[in-house]
């Protein structure tokens, strides 16, 4: 899987059938070959995960797969909601319901019972896994949408005092690897995950991995990864690599980059439920912590937090950032402080998610840059006429990573992919003469908090819903202070409202008691007149964001 043939750049001759409109000037840009994954050799994700040791305080993923197979009269497709912080049950439940034949939905932990309720009806779940702090909202969202109680499995440290919801560890009944429950699935057709997101428009949709796409993005990443030699050295001595596992499993940059290429490379996760600096701090001193994959307002915590200088951070090696746009101020501040590099990868929940990938030694050469192409993939930089461009465009991309399309939406296939199998990422950006690619802008309408996903659309229904609220219009502000992107609300009150500051404190305070932490209007409120809107009634969002960008500078 690993041999790689280095290729120049050559034309897109696609590899489907499909004539491309655009044959003339479709330069597009392949990335290292990797001997193509096929359906013998990827298999079951399954075929990754026969630990060699299961604690004994822990259980297995066949365990799982037995309860789901011998009691939930579980079939192949059948979707298991995931509902929990980082723990080191997660993975087992992961690998236990794809050997089940089953699909996971990974959902946010910090989600409202009406967020869960959403997502896990989206994806007709049949059961749930949670943790005993969770359970209260698990159990608001399964009275929503008709799931039984019964169905409803603790994971992490707490029990149920009562014992009425059973815990993943109790349901165990052996330890040997039992391959009666594992069912065979056709890796390139069958899912493994639905993640959500809101992809360039509208409300969040169930993103279709299969378990091709998932097992074809770790071996990229990890071959793109080993390049630089400094990378993922496994080793049950405790002399490997080790890293610290502060992404969300339950989002895609974690899901791929931790949960499954820590399984896949061997070395040790050590993993937070949550991210709080200072315990990320100790950690890495205590364990001896050699790299971690980060959003950037960690790397600006530890570029700029008093609080790290009482810890020891000798043993890291690098720092990666991705999930959202790096300044190469913070890259500075970070080596400046600390001598660790810092790199960037680039990736969505649509390409499992990494399609770019910068190599550690490369990280001072090509600041700002998210790296080359993946292995077997294809890339290309368009205008807004899909014709290959040499400046800044949106940014198309091709491979076996390259999700099946969003759950129950096939009408949407058409905006999502080319005439000729790229999916059109919603990016900006452009790659220089080194095969360099680098994102500037976004064309779609997402927001990015952290690395997390907000869509303006739902914040927009929600104020919407609002009696005092004629019309509003959500999008990404800058907080200059904390370099990073929060979403803010144009609005336009209905008569005789007033336009006060208290008012927009209210309704900051109201979005607040309805959403998600992280979907919260940090960037503020402002009050208009009118949304700018084109002849059709389009939402001019430009507008309000040049606005927003003279505001934030200023
Ligand atoms: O769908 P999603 O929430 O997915 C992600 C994935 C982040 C990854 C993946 C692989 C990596 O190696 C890595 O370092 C990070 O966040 O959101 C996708 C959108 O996030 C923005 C961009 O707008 C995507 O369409 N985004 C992701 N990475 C970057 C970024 C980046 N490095 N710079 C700027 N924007």
Redesign the pocket.
Known sequence: LFERKEKEWTDDKGDDNKPCPYPADSRARPGIQLTPITSQNSSSMARLVLPTTIPSSRAPPWTLARVLKSQWNWKKGDVLGIFSPNSIDYAPVVFGTLWAGGVCSTANPTYTAKELAFQMQDSKVKGMVTQLDLLPTALAAAKQIGIPEVRIILIGHDRDPSAKFKHFTHLKSTSLLNLSYQTRVDPKKNLAFL?Y?SGTTGLPKG?MLSHTNIVANVVQ?SAAEKRSGLHCMGGQDGKGDKQLAVLPFY???GL??ILHATVWDGYQAIALPKFELEKACKLIQDYQVTFA?VPPPIILGFAKHPIVDKYDLSSLKWL???????TAELVDAVWERLTIPTK???????TA?????QSVLEWAKFKGS?GPLMANMEAKVVDLDGRSYQLDGELWVKGPNVFQGYLNRPELAKDTFSECGFFK???IGHVDAKGNFY?TD?L?E?I?YK???VAPAELEGLLLGHSDIADACVIPAFDKERYEEVPRAYVVMKAGVPRTDEKAKELIDWVASKVAPHKQLRGGIRFIDEVPKNPSGKILRRVLKEQAKKEDRA
Do not use: W
Request: aromatic fraction near 12%; proline fraction near 5%; include cysteine.
């Open positions: 993640v997101s993103v990443f989002h895609v940059y791929t980059c994959y990666n950032s991705g999930a959202a746009p790096l960037q990868g680039y990736g969505l929940s649509e998610p990494v399609t770019h990938m998210v990422t919603g990016d994102i976004r779609k997402l990015k690395g997390f996903q």
